[in-house]
């Protein structure tokens, strides 16, 4: 059927147009020459010219051709196989390195002679086609069960085969997914559910980041399967120095133990560490004998001192809630001291990373040589206001907040959320409490912000919502402060407490508070862009650099260099220029810690970035090696399917064929523009040189 985008009577004015250009070309000469209207050759090209010239104005309703047909569609078989590790970690490993693919193999070509067959691996990711090694370093039966779901959606599947140990460790639950399905699933358990004789590293925990002088908790599980009566020996190497040792009975056939090791940190920079068992004949798996971590170890924290106008319960309760962090050190200082101590001032308060001013400035402590060093030294300040802050000194400031009053007087406001803010995150889990914390004691006037800001609470008086800040943060090019425009803080973790029993938001608003305020932008013209220094194995790992020129203006098409050193071995890669700066790609490292120096000349002078990573081992798969058939059981009957093992393989078949599974046909109009057709193409020039033939043959120019 032919068709236009156009209505069809347009197809009228494409005829109009081809006959209005044949005839003013020929009727009308002919006419003037006193010749016949229909004398030959004049009627020949006058209708050459008219099909050219109509079919041309056609072309241009955008015409094309729709045909319906009939489309039957197999039933389709998915397939998918675990391409995980711990697939091997069994005592019939040798089979399924060797004969288990080609069993999936045959089982494949004997149901693609009825069926559509779309085959999968997976592990890490979701792969087409079976080509099995078992060298994945996870297994995420979700992502597998998604896929097919979202590839496959809405098409005549009439069965999932799914080939697997039923050990999953990344992810979610899989059985989340299988009421999504229609069709049955059969189950080919893999694996062994018998425990296998095997000593292991079964968890690590430690802090990422610790600070030198603290002692660092590390917590160690280990497991014994079938090692009754032996012993487990244990040790812990410190950038490959042993500096502890354990050695354990191990008195049960499933033996487990926790440790828990406090080391002292008396070494800055990024620390090795290395557990390592004594292996023992008969073990499964020598690979999780081992396990490798880092810890970053800082010189120093955060300093933060809290100068306050006078004692005051809401000192104590942001001293708790600053306390929790380890990242920060803090110094609690009232006003009246430094004038008897002016040692403070310059050991403490000039080399502190935040000042927080409890109700400064006052009429007794106006400070306005502190505020004017803090100001010249860029130290970030976060402002707490209340009845003793002397607002007119405080409007002097030029901190970027103005409070137009009356008499000074004071009310009570509550917190009112702002949606839009963005410079932080908090908490979601508990931020109905919002509602329920008590007013704070704010200053009644009108107030004005006069640089680049963000409220994050807006005061809200009874039940109307003010336009004036409660919380706001100011970040400006050279400064970034916090404001709380009242006093009385320290009734909201008690009332936090009484609600849900824990203090998690306030600790929250304020460590958040601290930590947004205190961030000293990276202002060198070469620099790291947002680098993580903790990698496993299987993520790409990227690095980001920004370089700028004397005014500080992105350098473009700079040619910068990176050579990365492990174990001795120099790598080189180039940064390749992208919108928000440079980025080299390193790929897939093996595990190990790195050290890189990025290094460039185009600005003008030579300059480099050093720095450290490390690229750990993924071992999940070796941490659990006895096979989850439960999981594949209950996998087949949510769906009305069936769990089967790989001898039964040859089983599947037959109880495919016994759904009597059907094709499906479906009707579908297939469309092709007009103007695809290539010998359309073809006639018009060949109809165009006929006219041209007679029109030199006959003289008609």
Same mark, same amino acid.
């Given at each position: 059927?032919?068709?236009?985008?156009?209505?069809?009577?347009?197809?009228?004015?494409?005829?109009?147009?081809?006959?209005?250009?044949?005839?003013?070309?020929?009727?009308?000469?002919?006419?003037?020459?006193?010749?016949?209207?229909?004398?030959?050759?004049?009627?020949?090209?006058?209708?050459?010219?008219?099909?050219?010239?109509?079919?041309?104005?056609?072309?241009?309703?955008?015409?094309?051709?729709?045909?319906?047909?009939?489309?039957?569609?197999?039933?389709?078989?998915?397939?998918?196989?675990?391409?995980?590790?711990?697939?091997?970690?069994?005592?019939?490993?040798?089979?399924?390195?060797?004969?288990?693919?080609?069993? !999936?193999?045959?089982?494949?070509?004997? !149901?693609?002679?009825?069926?559509?067959?779309?085959?999968?691996?997976?592990?890490?990711?979701?792969?087409?086609?079976? $080509?099995?090694?078992?060298?994945?370093?996870?297994?995420?039966?979700?992502?597998?069960?998604?896929?097919?779901?979202?590839?496959?959606?809405?098409?005549?599947?009439?069965?999932?085969?799914?080939?697997?140990?039923?050990?999953? @460790?990344?992810?979610?639950?899989?059985?989340?997914?299988?009421?999504?399905?229609?069709?049955?699933?059969?189950?080919?358990?893999?694996?062994?559910?018998?425990?296998?004789?095997?000593?292991?590293?079964?968890?690590?925990?430690?802090?990422?980041?610790?600070?030198?002088?603290?002692?660092?908790?590390?917590?160690?599980?280990?497991?014994?399967?079938?090692?009754?009566?032996?012993?487990?020996?244990?040790?812990?190497?410190?950038?490959?120095?042993? /500096?502890?040792?354990?050695?354990?009975?191990?008195?049960?056939?499933?033996?487990?133990?926790?440790?828990?090791?406090?080391?002292?940190?008396?070494?800055?920079?990024?620390?090795?560490?290395? *557990?390592?068992?004594? $292996?023992?004949?008969? $073990?499964?798996?020598?690979?999780?004998?081992?396990?490798?971590?880092?810890?970053?170890?800082?010189?120093?924290?955060?300093?933060?001192?809290?100068?306050?106008?006078?004692?005051?319960?809401?000192?104590?309760?942001?001293?708790?809630?600053?306390?929790?962090?380890?990242?920060?050190?803090?110094?609690?200082?009232?006003?009246?001291?430094?004038?008897?101590?002016?040692?403070?001032?310059?050991?403490?308060?000039?080399?502190?990373?935040?000042?927080?001013?409890?109700?400064?400035?006052?009429?007794?402590?106006?400070?306005?040589?502190?505020?004017?060093?803090?100001?010249?030294?860029?130290?970030?300040?976060?402002?707490?206001?209340?009845?003793?802050?002397?607002?007119?000194?405080?409007?002097?400031?030029?901190?970027?907040?103005?409070?137009?009053?009356?008499?000074?007087?004071?009310?009570?406001?509550?917190?009112?959320?702002?949606?839009?803010?963005?410079?932080?995150?908090?908490? #979601?889990?508990?931020?109905?409490?919002?509602?329920?914390?008590?007013? %704070?004691?704010?200053?009644?006037?009108?107030?004005?912000?006069?640089?680049?800001?963000?409220? %994050?609470?807006?005061?809200?008086?009874?039940?109307?919502?003010?336009?004036?800040?409660?919380?706001?943060?100011?970040?400006?090019?050279?400064?970034? *402060?916090?404001?709380?425009?009242?006093?009385?803080?320290?009734?909201?973790?008690?009332?936090?407490?009484?609600?849900?029993?824990?203090?998690?938001?306030?600790?929250? %608003?304020?460590?958040?508070?601290?930590?947004?305020?205190?961030?000293?932008?990276?202002?060198?013209?070469?620099?790291?862009?947002?680098?993580?220094?903790?990698?496993?194995?299987?993520?790409?790992?990227?690095?980001?650099?920004?370089?700028?020129?004397?005014?500080?203006?992105?350098?473009?098409?700079?040619?910068?260099?990176?050579?990365?050193?492990?174990?001795?071995?120099?790598?080189?890669?180039?940064? /390749?220029?992208?919108?928000?700066?440079?980025?080299?790609?390193?790929?897939? !490292?093996?595990?190990?810690?790195?050290?890189? #120096?990025?290094?460039? #000349?185009?600005?003008?002078?030579?300059?480099? *970035?050093?720095?450290?990573?490390?690229?750990?081992?993924?071992?999940?798969?070796?941490?659990?090696?006895?096979?989850?058939?439960?999981?594949?059981?209950?996998?087949?009957?949510?769906?009305?399917?069936?769990?089967?093992?790989?001898?039964?393989?040859?089983?599947?078949?037959?109880?495919?064929? @016994?759904?009597?599974?059907?094709?499906?046909?479906?009707?579908?109009?297939?469309?092709?523009? %007009?103007? $695809?057709?290539?010998?359309?193409?073809? *006639?018009?020039?060949?109809?165009?040189?006929?006219?041209?033939?007679?029109?030199?043959?006959?003289?008609?120019?």
């Amino acid at each position: 059927m032919l068709s236009t985008v156009y209505p069809h009577w347009f197809i009228l004015i494409c005829i109009f147009t081809g006959a209005s250009f044949a005839f003013s070309l020929y009727f009308v000469n002919y006419f003037r020459k006193g010749k016949g209207i229909f004398t030959f050759p004049s009627w020949i090209m006058f209708a050459i010219r008219f099909v050219v010239i109509s079919l041309i104005s056609f072309f241009l309703l955008s015409p094309f051709l729709k045909k319906n047909f009939r489309k039957d569609e197999k039933p389709i078989i998915i397939l998918a196989a675990d391409n995980s590790a711990s697939i091997l970690l069994n005592k019939d490993s040798v089979y399924y390195s060797s004969v288990f693919e080609e069993d !999936l193999t045959k089982l494949r070509n004997q !149901l693609k002679t009825k069926y559509t067959i779309v085959d999968y691996t997976f592990g890490n990711n979701v792969n087409s086609g079976i $080509e099995l090694d078992f060298t994945d370093s996870r297994t995420n039966m979700y992502e597998i069960l998604n896929h097919i779901y979202e590839q496959n959606y809405n098409k005549n599947i009439g069965a999932i085969i799914v080939a697997s140990d039923g050990n999953y @460790n990344a992810g979610r639950d899989p059985l989340g997914l299988i009421n999504d399905f229609k069709a049955p699933f059969y189950t080919i358990a893999l694996g062994d559910t018998s425990p296998s004789a095997d000593l292991l590293i079964s968890k690590v925990r430690h802090n990422q980041i610790a600070y030198l002088g603290n002692t660092i908790p590390i917590k160690i599980g280990v497991n014994a399967e079938k090692f009754k009566n032996k012993k487990l020996a244990l040790s812990l190497s410190n950038n490959n120095q042993v /500096i502890k040792n354990w050695n354990f009975d191990i008195n049960h056939q499933h033996f487990s133990h926790t440790i828990d090791y406090l080391y002292d940190a008396n070494k800055s920079g990024l620390q090795h560490f290395t *557990l390592q068992i004594k $292996e023992l004949d008969g $073990e499964i798996s020598f690979a999780n004998n081992y396990a490798d971590f880092y810890i970053d170890v800082l010189e120093s924290r955060k300093s933060v001192v809290l100068l306050a106008n006078s004692p005051h319960p809401d000192i104590n309760a942001l001293r708790r809630s600053i306390e929790k962090n380890d990242n920060f050190k803090l110094k609690i200082i009232i006003a009246s001291e430094i004038n008897r101590n002016p040692q403070l001032y310059q050991n403490e308060i000039l080399n502190a990373d935040l000042v927080i001013l409890h109700q400064l400035p006052s009429v007794s402590n106006p400070l306005q040589q502190l505020f004017a060093s803090l100001e010249k030294n860029s130290i970030p300040m976060l402002v707490i206001l209340g009845s003793q802050t002397a607002l007119p000194q405080l409007n002097k400031l030029n901190l970027g907040l103005t409070i137009q009053y009356r008499n000074q007087s004071f009310e009570e406001v509550f917190a009112e959320p702002n949606s839009a803010f963005s410079y932080f995150s908090l908490s #979601t889990k508990n931020t109905s409490i919002i509602k329920d914390l008590p007013p %704070l004691i704010a200053p009644f006037g009108r107030y004005s912000i006069n640089l680049e800001n963000e409220v %994050l609470f807006n005061q809200k008086i009874g039940q109307v919502i003010s336009p004036y800040p409660l919380i706001f943060y100011v970040q400006d090019i050279d400064k970034r *402060l916090g404001f709380i425009c009242g006093e009385g803080i320290w009734r909201w973790p008690l009332a936090e407490f009484r609600i849900n029993q824990t203090q998690t938001y306030f600790n929250d %608003l304020i460590q958040k508070s601290i930590q947004f305020i205190s961030i000293k932008e990276d202002k060198r013209y070469f620099h790291l862009k947002d680098f993580n220094g903790d990698y496993f194995e299987d993520q790409a790992v990227q690095m980001e650099v920004e370089l700028y020129n004397k005014s500080y203006e992105k350098f473009p098409h700079a040619k910068i260099e990176l050579e990365i050193i492990q174990d001795g071995i120099k790598s080189t890669f180039q940064f /390749i220029e992208t919108e928000e700066g440079y980025r080299a790609n390193l790929g897939y !490292l093996k595990a190990g810690k790195y050290s890189f #120096t990025a290094s460039t #000349t185009s600005a003008g002078s030579l300059q480099k *970035l050093t720095g450290s990573f490390f690229v750990k081992k993924v071992e999940v798969e070796y941490i659990n090696t006895t096979a989850n058939h439960q999981l594949m059981y209950h996998l087949a009957e949510a769906q009305n399917g069936k769990m089967l093992y790989p001898d039964q393989m040859g089983d599947i078949e037959n109880l495919i064929e @016994n759904l009597n599974l059907k094709s499906r046909s479906s009707f579908e109009m297939e469309s092709r523009d %007009l103007i $695809e057709l290539k010998w359309l193409f073809f *006639l018009i020039i060949l109809l165009l040189a006929t006219e041209w033939f007679f029109r030199k043959f006959f003289g008609s120019y």
